[in-house]
Structures are given as C-alpha cells and as structure tokens.
C-alpha cells in the first residue's frame, strides 16, 4: 500500500512539477491549466501582472488552496494536492509573505526558535528546552540577519524592514529544499533592494528558491530564468531579456 | 317485540312526514295542545304531528319532552320549558318561547315520556333538523348522523335526499347515508361497496374508522374493498400528516428567517455578532404592546389595524436603538468580532432590564385583530389565519429586502462594504455611515420581526432570548453574506424540526437539530452557500 | 524534569500569588474552625462558603483564560463543562443519601423513586464509589471537549463560528438536562445531599476543608497553567493565537495545540465544577445556561485575559459585586453585569492586570528619566 500523499505514478527529477492546475474562485479563473517546473538547486523568478495568478500558484504550492484539477508533485514523490499546510512545510516547502507576518507577541529569538527545523510535535514541546545545537544555529541565523541585538525585542515593535529581515531569518531557521518568497523587496529602498538579491543568491547556493516580485530591476539583479504568469497561465520562459522581447509579454504589460 | 321498535317507529314517521302537507295547517298551539293531555298512547301520534308540522318550535319543543323538561302549569294549564335555576326552575313558554318567570316543581305537572317515546321524538328530531330550510343545519345533522350512524334515521335521511339541492349538504347527507348502510349489518353487498367508495372519496379520520370496522367484520368482496379503501385513506391520511407538518415546518421556519434575516445582514455585512438581536426583536414585541394599549384606551375602533400601525414604529424604534448603538459602541470594535459578541452580550442584559424596569417582568397581553383570529380547513390541512399572516409577512420583509439590496443605492454600498471593505472605501464609499446605516437596517428588520411574534409568543423581557440561539443556526447554516442562504437555512431547519418532533418529542429534535448543526458546521464550515475566494479570509 | 516544567513558568509574581491563595485557603477556614465565635478576626461560616465558591469560579476562570486568552478561542460552553464535572460529583453524593431519602429507597434516589424507575439507569452505575466518580469528573467534561474540538479544530472552524458552536452544545445541554427522561433529575436537578466521603457536607469541618481543597486545586492548576504556557509548546500557542496560518506555513499541527488545551481547560472545569456542587448543595441544568459561560468569560475580560493571575481576580472581584449587589440593589445588578461586558471590552481591553502593568511600566520610565 502506498502512503497517503506519496504518488509512485510521477517519477521526475524535478523538485517541483505543477501541470495542468486550474483554480477557480466563483466563476474567476484564477489559474488556468497552468505548468510549472522548478529544478533542483534553481532560482526562478515568477513575473506576471496584478490578478496573474501569483499568488494563487503560492497558495496551492504550500496547500493552502485546493486546485480544481491538475497535478503538483514535491520532489518527484510528494502528491501536494493531497497534504494540508503543516505537512507540506515539513516536507520543505518554506513560504514568505507578501505582506511580513512575525509573531508580534514573541520576541525576535522566538520568532526564530519557532521556526527551527525539528520540533514540530506539541507533547514534546511541553517539556522541551532548546539544546545546544538549536542554541548555536540560532545565534547563526541572528548574525546572518544582524538582528543579534534586537533578539530580544518584541515582533511588534520591529520596523518594516526588520520585519522582513526576521522573515527571511526564519525561513533560513526553517531550512527548506524550497522557498517561496512572495515580494520580498516591497517597500525597500533601492539599497535594501540591493542588498535581499544578493542575500537571495547566497541562499540559493543551499536551496532552491521561487521569487515572485514586481521589481523589474531586482529581477534583473537575480539574474536567474524568469517566468510570466497571464491570467493564470504561462505566457513565456526565458532569460528576462528574452521574455521582454517577447511581443505577447509586452502587450500585456504595456496593454494594448 | 324489542327488534320491531325501530321499525314502527320509522313507520309512524314516514306517515306523519306523508301527511305532511295537511298538519302543517294545523297550529302549533293545537299540536302543543294534543301533546300535553291525554295519556302516553296517544302521544305518539301527538309527537308524529308535531314534527311533521315543520314548525320552527318544533325541534325545542320535542327536545324538552325528550329530556323531561316539558311541564303543564297548574295554575294555567299552558305548555312551559322548565330549566333548573337555583332551587327553581326558569320557565320558557313552550308554543311562542317567550320568557315566562320561574316556579317550583310542585306548581307544574311534569309531561311524562318513556323510553318508547325518546326513541319517537330522538327520530323526528332528527328528521326535523335534516328538513331545515337553514343549510348549515342541514349540514349540521347530516354531520351528527354520520358519526351516529343511527340506522332509525335513515327514511328521514332519504326523503331529505331526495328533497336536497345544496351540493355540500348532498353529499354530506349521502356520506352519513353511506356511514349508515355500512353499520347495518343487512345492507346488500353492491350497496355497500357503493357505500365504500364513498367513504373512500370521503378519505378522514372517521371514515377510516368505518372502514377498517367494515374490513374487520365483513368478507369476501366488501373485505376487500373496505381493506383497499382504508389502506388508501390511510396512505392519503399521511400524505396530508406531511404537508401538515411541512406547514407547520414552514410557518417556524418563517418566524425563524423573520428574526434571522436581520442578524444575517449585520454579520454579513460587517462580519459582527450582534447578540443583542433578540432584544430589538423584543423591542419591537413591546412597541406592539404600546400601540395597542394607547388603542385600547383611545381609540378602540382602530384595534383591527394596531399591527398595521405598529410595524413603521417598530422599525424605526429598534432601528434607531441600533443605529445608536453602532454609533456608541460597536464602531469601536471593528476588527474585534470576539469583543463585539461580548460587548452585545452585555447590551442584552442592560436592555433586557430596562425593559423589565419600565414594563415588569411578567408577560404583557398583546391582541390579535380579527383578521388575524381563526383557522380554515384546506383538504385535511389545518391552517390558522395567524401562522399564515406570519409566513406572508416573513416572505414581504425577506423579498423587500432583496429589492432594497438589488435595486437603491444603499444596496449597492453595503453589497460593496461586503464584498470588499478595504476597496469600497477606497471608491469614496463611507463605509462608517453604511455601517451605521445596515446595523440600524439589520435592528429595523428585528423590530418587525418582534411585531410578528407578539402575535404567537409571550411578550416579556425574556423574549429575545429564546431566538437568538436558533438565529445564529440558521445564519450560520445557510451560508454568511448570503439572504437566499437565509432563506433556505431558516425553511430548512423549520421544516426538519418539525418532521423530528413527532418522533423524537420537541426538545430532543431542537437538540437534534443543534447537534446536526454542529456536526454540519464541520463539514462546511461556511455554511450551505459559503462565499468562495480569496477575499473570504 | 517534571519539577522544572513546573517551574519553568514561575515567575516570581506568580510564586508570591499562588502563596497568597494558599494562604487564604488556609487562613479563611482556621479562623472559621480555631477562633471562638465573637472573635473580629473570626470569618462566619457563610463566608468560608463564598469563598471556596469563589474559589472554584477562579478555577474556572483560569481555564476558560487557557483556551481564551492564550489560544485564542473564544468559548462560550466552559460552564457546561463545569456543570458536568458538577454533575458526576452530584451523582456520586446522590448515591451516598441512601436510605435517608424521603422514600427511604437504598438504591435509587428519591426523584426516580418520583417518576416511578424501577432501576437504576445504566450510567449511574458506579457512583456510589468515589474512586469511581473522581476520574469520571475528569473523563466526562474531557472527552466532550475531545469530541467536540476534534471535529471543529480538524475543520477549522473558528472565531465566532467557533463560539457560537460551543454555545450551541451548552445550549443543547440545557435541554437535554431538563428532560426528566435523562434520569438525572430533570429541572430540580440533583440536591438533598447528606455527606462526602463520610462527613456530613453541611458540617463546618467539611466546609472548611473543602473552601482549603477548592483553593489548592486553584493553586495547582495556576502552577499547571504557568508551566504549559511558559514551555516551548506555550510559545507555539500564543502564536497559534496571533496568527495561525503562519504557524501552519511553519509546519505546526495547530489543531493538535488547540486541542490539547482545550481537553486540558475541560478538565480543570470539570474539576472546579465537582468542588463546586457540595459546597453549594445542588446542582440543576440551569448552570448550563448560555449566560453562566459568557459570564465566565466576562471574569477572564475584567482580570485581564492572556495572564494568569487576572482570571483569578477578575472571578474575584465580579462575584463579589454580584453577591454585594443582587443583596443590596437587586434590580441594579443586570445593568452593572451588562455595562461591565461594555466597559471592559470598550476601554480596559486588557483587564485589571493590564492597567496595573501598564501603570508599573509608566511609574518605571518615569523613574529611569528621573535617573537619567
């Protein structure tokens, strides 16, 4: 018998594989039969104008919404389609917000220690204390942030930029084979901008990370293979320069 | 000699009714006259005449002198109706029926009869009455005969047949005829599979009765007929047990949408828990109770129109107690539907006691008007003209509603509040004013429902209480942010509740029904028609 | 390991309160027992009573806190819980009456002899022992939460659906309570009881004892309470609390947090709810109703939700209003209860031991400028 939400049926070496998903709220295509494939070890940068489906694609990547139809295999076993949230993030999905969401209760360490790779089951946490490995790896993250000396202060009372500074931390802290990060530079100034890519492909040197972002200019600094969503399906793949020469691309953002 | 009895009575009856048209020249003073003297023998005939004459004094008369009650007074020697009063007796004269003062037993001869007799005068009477020129009367008898089944009426019940033109009266005289020939047990087959197919037409609660003793104490072709008619009936029967308890189902499920509707646009809309709704109901309920009692001392002539009159009132009162409540409080509280609930939870108890204060806490006595009193009868269906005024009232808000979301500009904005705040306000909508405006519409509609309700519940302090749970349900089942949802969740639990009772009792259904909403808001946790999408969250 | 869970959410404020309870728990009944009676200092049977009744509300208190204010779910069917621990208390001092009833019956007790039972029903069976009636107190409340958070946490039903669920299932309670063929009592509940475990519940000894037992179960359950919210798996909760999603996005079962303290706070109800019926002498369905669980709630709202001491106060100080009032003005009590709902939701979202914090953050800034 095969494990529920393990599929033998796919065997790709893809460490992402979405086909054919469609998604519809109320009549609204959200995503329509779109295809994705994500290598391991790869950067890929997702592009698309507002109501492309972005989100969506998110959405049913970390189990949060159900696609109508349409196949979405993790690492050439795992059946997405078929898990909740709390088993694809053990799997090793990671995700970012859009807007920055930290434990506004909890102090920056906190943060950081909830979203520690491991103790996930809540009988054992009763009687946990962190050890002296979840100690280290959690001053390592601090400095790799440069939050060491704010790790005690409250997830409220950090500012935008810390707040997705911390978000970032914890998905280091969470250690994923796959982040997902939804628009990490909203809202930063050109420097903070700067500075996420080249944190976001010393990243990708130990995971393989999807970028959605609206910031031309910072995909160009990912400088990675970019993929445009229109109106919940692929448009184009490419290099961003091909992409941007690409007739159909223009029309849909710069209209018609 | 006893077997006979019946019969020569028939037969002094069909020679009196015969004689008919010569004893109606007669006098009723006469024919009083013939009845008191003489000895018993010739009462008969005395009696025969009587109720042959047709007379309107005819039947009292003869029903006096079955009971014992007909008297000769001594000192006059005229024909009285004596009824005990006290230690006396209230006299009536017998031939004009004219009061005519009291006196003691020992002042009047007592007309004696025997049994022979009562049978005599049980006959013509009822002959009596079947000949009536009034046809409710008619109709009457022929009701009595059909669950008397007294076979010695029977020539009486044909010859009023055969006389009869009113198609009601007809048929219910062939139905009691039916009944009859049914009872007896010489009656040729063919007439009573005749007889059984009638009663089959018939298809009540008696005629099964009939039947099944006909099915029970027959054989052969008549067995069998008797068996299939009742086993039809009986099918019939509980058809119509259904689509009374559908009736019944939907006349609660009416009450339940009336105090719902208004909680579904307040926590559709703003997405918060008003658990003071059932107070603006209770509200409204009492502005009812106001209304008639300023009616009642002032102008009584306008007691007919009082709910017509209170429900603009009730709207406006509970509205406006709800528009000052979203200025006051509630609007502080946005985003903090858990502390809403708590803070209308509170609101509740404050208004619960004022009420209390200002009109006691015993249950205050409001009126139906006469359009609103009574029942009719459809097929076997039962319906009182209450319950029906209720569902038509509940469908008129529920569709007025609709109207006034669909088609004014009100609609459009709190439709866009709805959908999506955030945007809505972006567009230039004031969403605080469309806030305070949909609580004060959500309060209104509570305020009419209370006008309702006056009518078939206990108007006290407590009244809003005993709704807000079952609003919630209904809310919750058919869907958030959604009237139709309403609508069916409220007909739907109404209708089930019903269908539970006679099975389960009343209070093991309604705690049926609250376990099936438990279980149902796991399935679904949105409720039947849930909104879909991202905006939901 | 256990001494350090249970101490690893103490802090010092917390130790010196616990003290305090323990000290009224013992100095309220010795005054009573010790002190002859004229003595200033010597408190009245009456009051020894009202205050383990207290007591156990603050119990209550704490565990409606528990799922409300660190979890975030916002109960309004804890008093049905409390009324079922009270229930199998009152079943097990039912069976203790005997053949005191009026109809003097040594199995079945005076209401069944009433509605004309011939036997006991099934589930009274067994309470005759307290070692029976006393897990039962636990079980019972317990495995209705188990029921009921399983399905509703798995579907993720939550916010107001979730309290309206739970006051749908005490209101459904109520019902079913009141129905003589529930065999346990119908609307006159259960009541008449002679003794507890061999004492007699009326004498001052056992009341006595039991105000002490009633506020070292507080003290447990605040030092049980401190110690799960003060772990790493309290950490998670109020995270669960302040944004739930995100917890799923980290891969936390967050139903299972949920539903470990929601059976946990069951539990502690249950418990207080058992302590609670021999010191008042009955328990009938009306302590299902809807309104004792929002009155709970109102407690935990005006001592301060999301601590552990503010429950415990705001018990305190609620019912002692409510006693002081509904003797001196009755009719002005509902319009206090139900301006206290506004005021505390409206102005003091935070309670009691929230102003008080607040005020000692303030008065300390103040003398760190002072310093400076």
Redesign the interface.
């Known amino acids: 018998m095969k494990a529920p939400g393990i599929t033998h049926a796919r065997s790709t070496s893809a460490l992402l594989y979405l086909s054919g998903v469609s998604v519809s ?2 009549g ?1 295509r959200a995503l329509n039969n779109l295809s994705l494939l994500i290598e391991p070890g790869e950067m890929r940068a997702i592009i698309g104008p507002n109501g492309a489906g972005k ?2 694609m998110m959405d049913v990547i970390t189990g949060k919404t159900r696609p109508d139809s349409g196949e979405v295999v993790f690492d050439g076993k795992a059946d997405l389609t078929k898990l909740d949230e709390a088993n694809i993030a053990t799997l090793g999905i990671g995700r970012k917000f859009q807007k920055p969401t930290v434990f506004d209760n909890h102090t920056v360490r906190d943060n950081l220690l909830l979203a520690l790779a491991g103790m996930r089951s809540w009988y054992r946490l009763l009687l946990a204390t962190p050890s002296k490995a979840e100690n280290d790896r959690l001053e390592e993250i601090l400095s790799i942030i440069r939050m060491g000396p704010q790790q005690h202060m409250l997830g409220a009372r950090l500012s935008h930029g810390q707040k997705q500074w911390l978000e970032i931390g914890m998905l280091l802290a969470q250690n994923p084979k796959l982040m997902l990060v939804d628009e990490p530079v909203a809202g930063m100034t050109d420097i903070e901008t700067e500075t996420t890519a080249q944190v976001l492909r010393e990243v990708n040197k130990s995971h393989s990370v999807v970028v959605v972002e609206h910031d031309m200019s910072f995909v160009r600094a990912l400088g990675v293979k970019v993929t445009v969503l229109h109106e919940g399906s692929t448009l184009a793949e490419g290099s961003l320069d091909q992409v941007s020469a690409d007739p159909r691309v223009v029309e849909v953002y710069l209209g018609r | 000699m006893l077997r006979l009895r019946p019969f020569s009575v028939l037969l002094s009856v069909l020679a009196s009714l015969a004689l008919a048209g010569a004893a109606l020249a007669a006098d009723l003073a006469t024919l009083v006259g013939n009845l008191t003297s003489g000895g018993l023998s010739d009462r008969e005939a005395a009696i025969t005449a009587l109720a042959a004459s047709g007379e309107e004094r005819a039947a009292p008369i003869l029903e006096a002198l079955a009971a014992g009650q007909l008297y000769v007074r001594t000192s006059d020697k005229v024909a009285v109706i004596g009824k005990a009063d006290g230690n006396k007796l209230a006299l009536t004269e017998a031939v004009s029926g004219k009061p005519a003062g009291s006196a003691v037993e020992a002042d009047l001869d007592r007309v004696r009869v025997n049994n022979r007799l009562r049978g005599t005068i049980e006959a013509a009477v009822g002959s009596l009455t079947l000949m009536s020129p009034n046809s409710n009367v008619r109709l009457n008898a022929a009701d009595a005969l059909f669950k008397r089944r007294d076979a010695t009426a029977l020539p009486a019940l044909d010859q009023a047949l055969a006389a009869e033109k009113d198609a009601r009266v007809k048929r219910a005289m062939s139905e009691a005829r039916a009944a009859i020939v049914l009872a007896a047990a010489d009656t040729p087959p063919a007439q009573k599979l005749a007889a059984i197919a009638l009663l089959k037409d018939r298809g009540d609660r008696d005629s099964l009765g009939i039947l099944n003793t006909v099915a029970s104490s027959s054989d052969g072709e008549v067995k069998a007929a008797a068996a299939a008619a009742a086993t039809s009936i009986d099918q019939a029967l509980a058809a119509w047990q259904m689509a009374q308890n559908v009736w019944y189902g939907i006349s609660l499920g009416s009450v339940l949408l009336l105090a719902a509707i208004g909680l579904a646009i307040t926590f559709g809309t703003m ?1 918060v ?1 008003n658990m003071a709704h059932g107070e603006m109901v209770m509200i409204g309920a009492y502005t009812t109770f106001v209304v008639q009692e300023i009616i009642r001392t002032s102008a009584p002539h306008l007691f007919d129109v009082s709910l017509v009159i209170a429900l603009p009132l009730a709207f406006v009162v509970s509205g406006a107690i709800g528009i000052l409540i979203e200025r006051t ?1 509630i609007r ?2 946005y985003g ?8 209308t ?10 009420v ?2 200002i009109f006691g806490s015993s249950n205050r006595e409001v009126g139906a008007p006469s359009w609103m009193s009574g029942a009719f009868q459809l097929g076997q269906l039962n319906i009182t003209y209450g319950r029906l005024w209720i569902v038509v009232f509940a469908l008129i808000v529920f569709a007025s509603l609709i109207l006034l979301l669909r088609k004014t500009p009100l609609g459009l904005y709190m439709r866009a509040v709805t959908q999506n705040r955030p945007m809505a306000a972006a567009v230039g909508i004031r969403t605080p004013r469309v806030d305070a405006l949909t609580f004060g519409l959500g309060s209104g509609i509570a305020g009419l429902a209370g006008v309702a309700l006056s009518q078939i519940d206990n108007v006290s302090p407590n009244l809003g209480q005993g709704y807000i ?1 079952d609003s ?2 209904v809310v ?1 089942f058919g869907g958030v942010g959604n009237l139709f949802g309403t609508l069916i969740g409220a007909l739907t639990l109404g209708v089930v509740n019903k269908f539970l009772e006679p099975y389960a009792g009343a ?2 259904g ?2 049926l029904v ?2 099936f ?3 149902f ?3 679904r ?1 949105r409720g039947l028609f849930a ?4 905006s939901v969250e | 390991m256990i001494t350090r869970f249970l101490w690893q959410g103490m802090s010092r404020n917390l130790r010196l309160f616990v003290l305090l309870v323990m000290a009224v728990g013992i100095l309220v009944p010795l005054s009573n027992l010790l002190l002859p009676p004229g003595s200033p200092f010597r408190m009245p049977s009456w009051a020894v009573q009202l205050v383990g009744k207290y007591l156990c509300y603050a119990s209550l208190a704490l565990a409606v806190d528990l799922v409300w204010g660190f979890c975030g779910i ?1 109960t309004l069917g804890h008093a049905a819980f409390f009324a079922l621990g009270g229930y199998c208390m009152g079943m097990y001092l039912m069976r203790q009456i005997g053949t005191r009833g009026v109809y003097g019956n040594p199995i079945l007790p005076d209401f069944m002899v009433f509605l004309n039972y011939k036997e006991l029903p099934w589930f009274w069976h067994g309470f005759d022992s307290f070692w029976f009636a006393a897990p039962m107190i636990v079980l019972v409340p317990s495995l209705l939460a188990l029921g ?1 958070g399983w ?2 946490f ?4 939550t ?3 979730l ?3 739970t ?3 005490t ?2 309670l109520l ?2 309570f ?2 003589n063929d529930m065999g346990l009592g119908g609307n006159n509940g259960l009541t008449d009881f002679k003794d507890i475990l061999g004492y007699s519940v009326q004498s001052d000894t056992t009341r006595a004892v039991l105000c002490f037992v009633s506020a070292l179960v507080l003290a447990i359950f605040l030092v049980i309470s401190a110690a799960v919210v003060g772990s790493r798996f309290g950490k998670a909760l109020t995270a669960v609390r302040d944004a739930e999603s995100r917890m799923r996005f980290l891969g936390y079962r967050v139903e299972r947090y949920k539903l470990f303290v929601f059976v946990l706070s069951a539990a502690m109800a249950g418990i207080a709810g058992a302590l609670y019926v021999p010191q008042v002498g009955i328990i009938n369905p009306s302590e299902f109703s ?1 309104g004792n669980s ?1 009155e709970a ?2 407690w935990v ?1 005006v001592g301060g939700r999301g601590t552990l001491i503010g429950p415990v106060i705001g018990a305190f100080v609620v019912n002692f209003g409510k006693t002081w009032l509904t003797g001196a003005l009755p ?1 002005v009590w ?2 206090a ?6 005021v ?3 102005l003091l ?1 935070k309670g009691v031991v929230g102003l008080w914090n607040q005020f000692r953050s303030r008065s300390r800034e103040r003398q760190a400028r002072a310093a400076a």
Do not use: N
């Open positions: 709220f109320d609204f989100t969506t | 997405g828990i409080i502080f509280l903090r539907p858990l502390d809403t609930l708590l803070a939870w509170g609101l509740s108890l404050v208004l619960q006691q004022a209390r204060s749970i919630f349900m919750v209070v093991l309604k705690i609250l376990v909403i438990i279980l808001i796991q399935r946790p909104l879909k999408g991202r | 916002l009921l399905f509703a798995r579907s993720r039903v916010g107001v659906y309290s309206i669920i006051q749908a299932m209101f459904a019902l079913a009141f129905r809807p929002i709630v109102l709202a009719e509902l319009f209860l139900g301006a206290l709902f506004i505390v939701t409206l979202p």
